[in-house]
């Protein structure tokens, strides 16, 4: 995959950066357990976040507080937020990522993914997943004061911290999605599809 900051080999790296790597994987294995993840990550996001690695830790480290303190907002709706902004700011790695996460966790439906994914908001949301997709919204388009409509559903829903958590997720979502897009990160390629037919004809 080729982009503007490459990885380079651990052994390539400077002290400090070989110390924020093993950091980075471990925190990535932590909260993102699923075969490869911090191998793919290690390869496209840290590249970008090691050039400053002081600066870069701390948004490794937002996403394993979220993660612990952000009580009451579930998974589902976390996930639902990640793919609202990164398809908003139009960041192809990291949109292509969370929406293969949320469809293999069976957070979303492929139509949901898909639909969120298209700029649009899924009418089959459960009642959560659509409160964090409005409330993201509202903090990235509407901007300004978030109303009180959504400050006291959210609050009610999630608690206060669940919703001080959806607003860390939606600044470290801006975060991640600007690092990939300044670096050009692209989506990997989709899988080749075989041709059974013409396999078949050749037997």
Wanted: glycine share 6%.
């Amino acid at each position: 995959m080729s982009t503007r900051i490459p990885s380079i080999p651990r052994d390539e790296m400077q002290p400090e950066q070989q110390e924020f790597y093993d950091h980075f994987k471990d925190t990535v294995n932590k909260n993102a357990p699923h075969p490869g993840a911090a191998e793919r990550a290690s390869k496209t996001l840290f590249p970008v976040l090691a050039v400053l690695p002081k600066t870069g830790r701390m948004s490794v480290d937002m996403l394993a507080s979220i993660e612990q303190e952000a009580h009451g907002l579930p998974k589902d709706a976390m996930e639902t937020v990640c793919l609202f902004c990164t398809t908003y700011f139009k960041s192809p790695y990291v949109t292509f990522a969370h929406k293969s996460q949320a469809i293999k966790l069976g957070l979303l439906s492929l139509g949901q993914a898909d639909t969120i994914t298209s700029g649009a908001k899924p009418g089959d949301l459960n009642d959560s997943c659509s409160l964090a997709y409005d409330t993201a919204r509202y903090l990235l388009e509407v901007r300004g004061s978030l109303s009180s409509d959504l400050w006291e559903k959210c609050t009610a829903t999630f608690g206060r911290e669940g919703t001080v958590g959806l607003m860390h997720l939606v600044a470290l979502m801006f975060w991640t999605s600007m690092g990939l897009n300044l670096a050009d990160v692209p989506a990997p390629p989709p899988p080749k599809t075989v041709n059974t037919a013409a396999s078949t004809s050749a037997r």
